[in-house]
């Protein structure tokens, strides 16, 4: 047996149960095995993965021989296509309780307290070494796992010997019983885990029987005293809670917990990427989502300018995290956090080493509307700077997907830079179109397959249509505009790009206004900053020339300008009506988009519009 939950005993010995449950024998070479004190043999107990039997194999003394094995009455291997085997199959038993002794809770055995304790100090004083679960030296416990599927049978037993643990065992039980209940998880391969998440989700929701039976109590306690109704709301409200919250809130209280949770929800989401319609899953995944926008509130962040004097292992983090421009060198990261450069990032408490989110901002004189020039900039110090630039945002962790984080940053740098550089009043971003093609591409593929009745349910005006019938007379505009969508090569021509430039600028400025997934903008960065309250402001031509920004969208990319005072209303617009706000007065390459939407622009304040 390579992996599993196992009782070890360092000496020669067996643990008997009740007659019809499972016994669990264990042998060893007592040459070399020291005993505990009192001359009993000493105890391990948890889900061990392979390496972590190694270790106490090792702890045993080198040259121990030691033999694990796991019967029941009839013979058969109990839990074996697991590698988890119980000392009691009875459900008492996952609750810390040897078989027939229901009355007296085992004693967390002193090797595995000793090591709780070490890990806590390690992870006190070493945050990014320490992870929990030990997947850092697991990966033979992970191989070996890779050959075994987890017994839903054994799963469910094991996660309700975590999650019915109770501090009447000793205050530090449940604590140990979910550390290795982590590291089994650790030591299981992505199918091993997904039948770990499923069993999860769908064994430990809500009892809908004892709900029914609450909601009769509470109905029945309406008639009769205040005393009455006030324990069978509380008796619905616990029944109304998933067992797996329990779960999640005992992983928290371990160190390196909260980013085993992040992690968890991590591959809750892979998962859900290609099984999408378990319903058990999502309510999994939709909880532990809620609780982590509890534990990642504002009350729990601590903003950091980062800087090249930052700790080596956090710039490290900045280089290989950042999603939207990348770093190609040490130096590069240096210029961008160097003169007339900002960064900034969130990190958690119990994350201290981790920049969870965090923003690159250059500061300049006007809106810059191409960030090669910001990032190549050789002389990017500017005296009394009159805007900001937010030029990249990146979050770190996936399994934060949902949880808040940008909105916050952004609005909370904004206050860093006011009181830090009072020059500025402009504050701009300049923002990847990451969904743009894609998106024509679907949609010119769909107008082939289903030709629109009239020209008004075309991607093309009738004047675009004109143009392009005359750029390529020997084939329809939609099939010219499908050429051009998928080879950007004309971009190299300037007859061909005075053709289609302003063609795919128009559609673009339609992609990001009117293009809608439940009334929201459909691109991931426009409904990112247009929630947070921003106005669009200006589409940009060769914003982005490098070969990520010409597959992306051509090469455009897009202002975003957070007027400080319409925030908060423009917010409530978008999330109300689905209303996105064009910056007044409107810029040429969104007059179209604006006309077809109909929305009034803001009017400014005076100051803050003479800037621009």
Same mark, same amino acid.
């Given at each position: 047996?390579?992996?599993?939950? $196992?009782?070890?005993l360092?000496?020669?010995g067996?643990?008997r149960?009740?007659?019809?449950?499972a016994?669990l024998?264990?042998?060893?070479s007592?040459?070399?095995?020291?005993?505990?004190?009192?001359?009993?043999?000493?105890?391990h107990?948890g889900?061990?993965?392979?390496?972590?039997?190694?270790r106490?194999?090792?702890?045993?003394?080198?040259?121990?021989? !030691?033999?694990? /094995?796991?019967h029941?009455?009839?013979?058969?291997h109990?839990?074996?296509t697991?590698?988890?085997?119980?000392?009691?199959?009875?459900?008492?038993?996952? @609750?810390?309780?040897?078989?027939?002794?229901?009355?007296?809770?085992?004693?967390?055995?002193?090797?595995?307290?000793?090591?709780?304790?070490d890990d806590?100090?390690?992870y006190?004083?070493?945050?990014?070494?320490?992870?929990?679960?030990?997947?850092?030296?697991?990966?033979a416990a992970?191989?070996?796992?890779?050959?075994?599927?987890?017994?839903?049978?054994?799963?469910?037993?094991?996660?309700?010997?975590?999650?019915k643990?109770?501090?009447?065992?000793?205050?530090?039980?449940? /604590?140990?019983?979910?550390?290795? /209940?982590?590291?089994?998880?650790?030591?299981?391969?992505?199918a091993?885990? !997904?039948?770990?998440?499923? $069993?999860?989700?769908?064994?430990?929701?809500i009892?809908?029987q004892?709900?029914?039976?609450a909601?009769?109590?509470?109905?029945?306690?309406m008639?009769?005293?205040?005393?009455?109704?006030?324990r069978?709301?509380q008796?619905?409200r616990?029944?109304? !809670?998933?067992?797996?919250l329990?779960?999640f809130?005992?992983?928290?209280?371990?160190? *390196?917990?909260?980013?085993?949770?992040?992690?968890?929800?991590?591959?809750?989401?892979?998962?859900?990427?290609?099984?999408?319609?378990?319903?058990?899953?999502?309510?999994?995944?939709?909880?532990?989502?809620?609780?982590?926008?509890?534990w990642?509130s504002?009350?729990?962040?601590?903003? #950091?300018?980062?800087?090249?004097?930052s700790?080596?292992?956090?710039?490290?983090?900045?280089?290989?995290?950042e999603?939207?421009h #990348?770093?190609?060198?040490?130096?590069?990261?240096?210029?961008?956090?160097?003169p007339?450069?900002?960064?900034?990032?969130?990190?958690?408490?119990?994350?201290?080493?981790?920049?969870?989110?965090?923003v690159q901002?250059a500061?300049?004189?006007?809106?810059?509307?191409?960030?090669?020039a910001?990032?190549?900039?050789?002389?990017p110090?500017?005296k009394?700077?009159?805007?900001?630039?937010?030029?990249?945002?990146t979050?770190?962790?996936?399994?934060?997907? *949902?949880?808040?984080l940008?909105?916050f940053?952004?609005?909370?740098? $904004?206050?860093?830079?006011?009181?830090?550089?009072?020059?500025?009043?402009?504050?701009?971003?300049?923002?990847?179109?990451?969904?743009f093609?894609?998106?024509?591409?679907?949609?010119?593929?769909n107008?082939?397959?289903?030709?629109?009745?009239?020209? @008004?349910g075309?991607l093309?005006?009738?004047q675009?249509?004109?143009?392009?019938?005359?750029?390529?007379p020997?084939q329809a505009?939609?099939?010219t505009?499908? !050429?051009?969508?998928?080879?950007?090569?004309?971009? #190299?021509?300037?007859?061909?790009?005075?053709?289609?430039q302003?063609?795919?600028e128009?559609?673009?400025?339609?992609y990001?206004?009117?293009?809608?997934?439940?009334?929201?903008?459909?691109?991931? $960065?426009?409904?990112?900053h247009i929630?947070?309250?921003?106005?669009i402001?200006?589409?940009?031509?060769?914003?982005?020339?490098?070969?990520?920004?010409i597959?992306?969208?051509?090469?455009?990319?897009?202002?975003?300008?957070?007027?400080?005072?319409e925030?908060?209303?423009?917010?409530?617009k978008?999330?109300?009506?689905g209303?996105i706000?064009?910056?007044?007065p409107?810029?040429?390459?969104?007059?179209?988009?604006?006309?077809?939407?109909?929305?009034?622009p803001?009017?400014?304040?005076?100051?803050?519009?003479?800037?621009?």
């Amino acid at each position: 047996m390579t992996t599993g939950r $196992v009782l070890c005993l360092a000496g020669r010995g067996s643990l008997r149960a009740r007659p019809g449950h499972a016994t669990l024998s264990v042998s060893a070479s007592a040459s070399h095995a020291p005993l505990a004190a009192s001359g009993t043999a000493s105890l391990h107990t948890g889900p061990f993965s392979a390496a972590s039997l190694a270790r106490i194999h090792r702890s045993n003394g080198s040259s121990t021989s !030691t033999s694990i /094995c796991c019967h029941h009455r009839d013979g058969k291997h109990l839990l074996s296509t697991a590698g988890i085997s119980n000392y009691n199959s009875s459900s008492s038993s996952s @609750s810390g309780y040897p078989a027939g002794n229901e009355t007296k809770p085992l004693k967390p055995p002193s090797a595995v307290v000793a090591e709780y304790w070490d890990d806590v100090m390690k992870y006190s004083h070493q945050p990014d070494d320490y992870t929990l679960g030990h997947a850092s030296d697991g990966h033979a416990a992970g191989d070996a796992a890779a050959k075994i599927q987890p017994d839903e049978t054994a799963v469910r037993q094991l996660l309700m010997g975590v999650i019915k643990a109770k501090r009447e065992q000793g205050d530090i039980w449940p /604590c140990l019983l979910t550390r290795q /209940c982590c590291e089994f998880y650790e030591g299981l391969d992505m199918a091993g885990r !997904t039948k770990f998440l499923c $069993v999860l989700g769908r064994d430990f929701d809500i009892d809908l029987q004892d709900t029914a039976s609450a909601v009769t109590q509470f109905e029945e306690s309406m008639s009769k005293s205040d005393r009455s109704v006030i324990r069978s709301s509380q008796r619905l409200r616990l029944v109304l !809670t998933p067992a797996y919250l329990t779960f999640f809130s005992r992983i928290n209280q371990l160190p *390196g917990g909260m980013a085993f949770l992040v992690h968890l929800r991590e591959d809750i989401l892979k998962i859900l990427a290609t099984n999408g319609n378990d319903l058990h899953l999502r309510a999994l995944n939709d909880a532990l989502k809620a609780k982590l926008q509890e534990w990642f509130s504002m009350g729990f962040l601590d903003l #950091e300018r980062i800087t090249w004097h930052s700790p080596a292992n956090i710039l490290e983090k900045i280089v290989r995290y950042e999603a939207v421009h #990348e770093i190609p060198s040490w130096q590069a990261l240096k210029q961008r956090l160097g003169p007339g450069r900002l960064c900034y990032s969130f990190f958690h408490r119990s994350m201290p080493q981790d920049p969870l989110t965090f923003v690159q901002v250059a500061l300049v004189q006007d809106i810059s509307d191409q960030v090669q020039a910001i990032l190549h900039d050789k002389s990017p110090d500017v005296k009394d700077p009159k805007a900001a630039i937010f030029y990249s945002i990146t979050s770190s962790q996936r399994g934060l997907s *949902g949880v808040d984080l940008g909105n916050f940053l952004i609005k909370r740098v $904004v206050k860093e830079i006011q009181l830090n550089f009072p020059s500025i009043t402009t504050f701009c971003t300049l923002s990847p179109i990451p969904g743009f093609r894609a998106w024509l591409a679907t949609a010119i593929a769909n107008e082939i397959q289903h030709p629109p009745p009239d020209a @008004s349910g075309s991607l093309l005006l009738p004047q675009e249509a004109d143009a392009l019938r005359a750029f390529a007379p020997s084939q329809a505009p939609i099939q010219t505009l499908s !050429t051009v969508s998928g080879d950007a090569a004309w971009l #190299e021509s300037a007859d061909q790009s005075r053709v289609f430039q302003p063609i795919i600028e128009r559609l673009c400025s339609r992609y990001l206004t009117m293009e809608k997934k439940r009334a929201l903008a459909l691109d991931p $960065v426009a409904n990112f900053h247009i929630r947070n309250g921003a106005s669009i402001y200006r589409l940009n031509w060769a914003g982005d020339t490098s070969d990520k920004g010409i597959r992306q969208s051509f090469g455009m990319m897009v202002n975003y300008i957070y007027d400080l005072p319409e925030i908060e209303a423009n917010n409530q617009k978008y999330l109300l009506d689905g209303q996105i706000t064009f910056w007044d007065p409107v810029h040429p390459s969104l007059e179209w988009a604006q006309t077809q939407t109909a929305i009034t622009p803001p009017t400014p304040p005076h100051d803050f519009s003479s800037k621009l």
